[in-house]
Nanobody, 123 residues
């Protein structure tokens, strides 16, 4: 089982940038696809971005395409989400997850989830 720990969230203004980090421990995750999801109050958890095991393929939700970039460093067991041009509607708790594929969307497709990090974007 992989343990995931997200960090990097915070309170920012619209137009600002943040970089979220997800640290994996427990076993090597270099063979796993990794994904970021988010959940705003009152909403279901939604897909944000995913990256395959080597970092050669990525997938993004339309709402973040062109603004967010997912990356990974397998040597450090880390996954990142660079978020630029943040909007108030990006406000949510952001979660990383391991397993599945870059096209997976069901929560049951993933082996492990982190506890989440809060991102709040003020207008």
């Amino acid at each position: 089982q992989v343990q995931l720990d997200e960090s990097g969230g915070g309170l920012v203004q619209a137009g600002d940038s943040l970089r979220l980090s997800c640290a994996a421990s427990g076993r090597t995750f270099s063979a796993d696809s990794m994904s970021w999801f988010r959940q705003a109050p009152g909403n279901e958890r939604e897909f944000v971005a995913a990256i395959n095991w080597s970092g050669s393929r990525t997938n993004y939700a339309d709402s973040v395409k062109g603004r967010f970039t997912i990356s990974r460093d397998n040597a450090k067991n880390m996954v990142y989400l660079q978020m630029n041009s943040l909007k108030p509607e990006d406000t949510a708790v952001y979660y990383c997850a391991t397993g599945g594929s870059i096209y997976s969307r069901r929560e049951t497709d993933f082996g492990s989830w982190g506890q989440g990090t809060q991102v709040t974007v003020s207008s």
